[in-house]
């Protein structure tokens, strides 16, 4: 795919024109990156920010002991490492490649000359650095607030409306990342994670194969979230 037609597809560059797509589509840098790659890490001098054009990425934080702890999983069309912009100019975190795949790297003083030749950049930006907000403070309020259970929960009513299929009531999904990396995300341990797995299974709320999850009861699933 070219790379006008994977930055249309971005939220980001919504409503642009085509002349501005066009522009951005020369400073655009393709990269590819391999599975347990690390594109960069937390502190490092931001050169600019990214675009995931295919496979997929996990943002996450290393603690002095080593343990790591995921913060978002990035999907294809969405963008990362906006926020690094600003503040003191560093990436927050640490991105590591899930599977293999490409990015598009939009180089800081490239972008900046762009966006103050175009307002609709500027709103953009706002757009997508709230939405960034919003899910960094639900995941806060969760890690805080809910439960295991709970949290799982939330995390696979997204998931179901990301990406999922439906079938006479039921819907089918499967895990973007490892069990082990999703324990981390929801702020708790690889065993808690498996006694909520099979407490959900036993009450006939879901199927577990592996990844592979089958919601059979969507309703009872949104009332362990609290939605």
Known sequence: MENKDIIRKALLFSGLEEEYLVELAEIAVRRPFAKGETLFTEGEKAEGFYLLASGALKL???SPDGREKVLHMVHPVETFAEAA???????PAEARGVERGEVLFFPRGAFMGLLERNPRFSM????SLSLLLRRFARQ???LSFADAPSRLASYLLDLAARKSTSYQGKTYLELDMRKGELASRLGTVSETLSRTFKKMKD???????????????????????GR
């Open 60 to 62: 996450c934080k290393i």
């Open 85 to 91: 912009f600003f503040g003191d100019g560093k990436y």
């Open 124 to 127: 953009n930006l706002i757009a």
């Open 140 to 142: 806060i309020e969760e």
């Open 203 to 225: 009450e006939g709320v879901i199927e577990l194969d592996g990844n592979k999850i089958t919601i059979m009861q969507m309703e009872k699933l949104k009332m362990i979230a």
